[in-house]
């Protein structure tokens, strides 16, 4: 099928996309925060009706324990290839919200920039796939090959739901790939393919001294500060090279031969350009690596929040009563998310002061992601990229952790094409969130020419469909 | 003049006075948070007419920066002694109010005690004198002394404007002792007076990394986390033995020969009586000393409260921006809190990691206090402490801060008198704040019997009045 007329139609049709993405955003579809339930459910309802709307076929919301999955797929292309193309829907809280310049769930068009919690994380991402269908289906009325959409509400919180999806519906959703567009490229003139994710671990941390405040007078100087102790217990998980301390947590890590460490340092991005894109001065963390690979190849532990005591305004003498630390892990392979949670729990009663009590919960275990960077599904995205964008991609390894890359490998036995759609100064996760609209168009056409090279791909599956989904 | 049918007029009075403290109480006068800047203006108003209405001449309410300073007088007793009798009508924030049984505003009666914010500290000692001067006023229609109330409402700010309102008004403060009931005794039946109070020194020390906040995916190993550069920094001023490493910090701590130290091991608390007060099950910090000598003699620095990144409901993968922490120094004699501000100053811009920012902020310095305890006007309280409890007070430190006991030394030359009437376990600073009503009645008779006694005290100071106040 020739993408000439869809990729026309997506040229004429950029405005009313965008006016289109932006209903879209307006949802605070808040994963992480229970009050913003509904939110969630509402913003599926609004996707599906969507989807419906552009011509998709058996367009479903899934329920699950958590979030509901939006599917839909398309499959009149008998012996041609299935793609699943896999998105999501949630975002992270918008907060703290005084630090935006526009609220983070109005959509602010700001030359270029399109402003909003989700705007490239995934919303905006996940739309230009919907974009691409679209343009299809108005033009031709079918598609160059089978498509499954994937899109769930609990990316932001670990997915905890999908992967029991997958394993009880792996007839119904078998494929040839999996496109995911949730990864950034290296500027707006250098797109990028990820071929490696880290996985992840979180931790929360509490400490508990006595039941309530004391007297700062009448007690400093004699009792153990709770508050105090969880900062000695995190300052002692890393030593003085910015290592992580804790006992066997770099025994599972792969060690990369000069080959690899030498693509990754032609491909990737310099110390120069990371240290840009985070607008930081200088550098930090394990020596012998650039901080490509310390983002990449190395695990980190990152303390996420913190918080004890009286941090208001005005002042108030006292010892707290307890103190609260958020962490999280980024793991790289052969590191296991489960013997990492048990390792971080028996160091944390190890250096438990004795004059306080602490207590440890881990959840959202994500194990992290190798994608065999020649696979022809990967292969075609790079030629794909090229139309879109006028520029080959170059293939980089994502320091974040996209859950669902591994089951779509480990379950369905399929590759997850990478194609990140983001830029390094997007704001993912931070205020003033964004997405920038030249790429939004580019990426509409670079996946209206990969559905079309996908049809090209070999080893056809027979396409299958299940009316009827196991809730996860 | 016999204390006799003062005593019976309290004793007779005190549903009235509970029910008055009560509306005392009501008032939020926190300090510490400006919205509450009326709520001060409103109690001053209303403890201006209460000093009216019992009787007291000379009534005012003086304005200074910050907030106005309560004054009354009685000075009708020509030769006799005059005292000064301070207290403090502002009080600490409720928060966190979540842990509040009662709220902290709605004094409420559970039992013997009367539980609000600033039931003990100081509302309740302070109302116990103006009940025993109103006790005189209302049977005798007189005083057995000249007496001068200095009633403040920025202790818990350190008293930024008192100091300056008693050096500019130092004749019309003329008196031979001042007395102060901010402070507390070790059980219902065991009287103390203070004859020492540590200084203090409160900062704000904060750590910004990145201009805002990153993904920890991306950057996570790369760039260092000012929150963990926090952690790292105040773990690092304690040791492991809980000394401060900032160098030159006990330089001029006081080393007290063995006779004192004997006296403190008789009279004080013991750790087993600390460790209950506090329900902590072990002690913490310098070895070599009691829990009573660490939190009197000895010198500390407490982490107040400290927070940086998300640490609310639900999970974020950042790396914060930004960190704050809130500490305070107790100081001891002869250290000296502007020196101690600069040591800590250094201290920090030395141990900030290169890869982050700091900045120190220091306020409300207050120096340690020491008070004689052979002088007459303070064993003239032991006298009145044995009729009004009924026992014999102990002479005890206190490990806290009252500013003006300083102030009344050396600007007034006269000794503070401090008598106190609140309990280990009255939860001062903390959430269910109380106060012990059998303490307010003993602590009325006991303040009865002391002006009695006062009148007995040798080298009397012709008194002195001053119609304008010198603004401070």
Chains 1, 2 share one sequence.
Not at 27 to 53: I, N, T, Y
Not at 323 to 334: G, N, T, W
Not at 405 to 412: I, M, S
Not at 417 to 440: A, R, T
């Amino acid at each position: 099928m020739d993408p000439h007329r869809a990729l026309k139609y997506a040229r004429a049709g950029q405005k009313k996309f965008v006016s289109e993405l932006k209903e879209f955003l307006r949802f605070p579809s808040v994963s992480s925060q229970p009050e913003h339930a509904d939110d969630l459910k509402k913003c599926a309802r609004w996707l599906a009706q969507h989807l419906q709307h552009i011509g998709l076929d058996r367009v479903r919301i899934i329920p699950t324990r958590g979030n509901p999955i939006v599917y839909a797929s398309w499959l009149r292309a008998p012996g041609r290839p299935t793609l699943i193309i896999y998105g999501h829907y949630d975002v992270l809280p918008g907060e703290p919200l005084r630090e935006w310049r526009t609220p983070p769930f109005t959509p602010t068009l700001k030359n270029d920039d399109l402003h909003a919690r989700g705007a490239a994380d995934d919303k905006g991402q996940l739309f230009s796939h919907v974009k691409a269908l679209e343009s299809y289906l108005k033009t031709e009325r079918a598609l160059p090959v089978n498509v499954k959409c994937i899109f769930e509400g609990e990316e932001e919180i670990g997915s905890p739901h999908l992967t029991a999806f997958i394993e009880r519906n792996q007839g119904a959703l078998r494929a040839d790939a999996a496109v995911i567009s949730d990864t950034r490229m290296l500027a707006p003139d250098r797109p990028a393919i990820s071929y490696a994710q880290r996985g992840g671990l979180r931790a929360e941390l509490v400490v508990k001294g006595p039941p309530h405040e004391l007297h700062s007078g009448n007690f400093g100087g004699a009792v153990h500060n709770p508050l105090q102790a969880l900062c000695e217990m995190i300052a002692g998980l890393h030593d003085a090279q910015g290592r992580v301390t804790i006992p066997g947590f770099y025994d599972d890590v792969r060690r990369w031969g000069e080959k690899e460490r030498a693509f990754m340092a032609r491909t990737g991005p310099t110390d120069e350009q990371i240290l840009q894109d985070g607008k930081v001065e200088r550098g930090w963390g394990e020596s012998g690596f650039s901080l490509y690979e310390r983002t990449t190849i190395r695990p980190a532990l990152t303390l996420n929040g913190m918080a004890g005591g009286h941090y208001g305004r005005g002042a108030k003498s006292i010892i707290p009563a307890r103190a609260i630390a958020k962490l999280s892990f980024r793991l790289v392979p052969d590191q296991d998310p489960e013997k990492i949670a048990q390792l971080f729990r028996d160091q944390i009663e190890r250096i438990t002061p004795p004059a306080v009590r602490s207590s440890v919960r881990t959840f959202s275990p994500i194990e992290p992601a190798l994608v065999d960077r020649h696979h022809p599904a990967v292969r075609a995205a790079a030629f794909a990229y090229k139309k879109g964008f006028g520029a080959s991609p170059v293939f980089i390894r994502s320091g974040g952790s996209i859950p669902v890359v591994n089951t779509f490998q480990k379950v369905l036995g399929i590759p997850a094409v990478l194609m990140g759609f983001g830029l390094p100064d997007d704001h993912i996760h931070g205020p003033n969130e964004k997405f920038h609209l030249p790429n939004f168009y580019s990426a509409i056409a670079t996946s209206i020419c990969y559905l079309a090279l996908a049809a090209r791909l070999r080893r056809p599956q027979p396409t299958q469909a299940q009316t009827e989904w196991q809730r996860s």
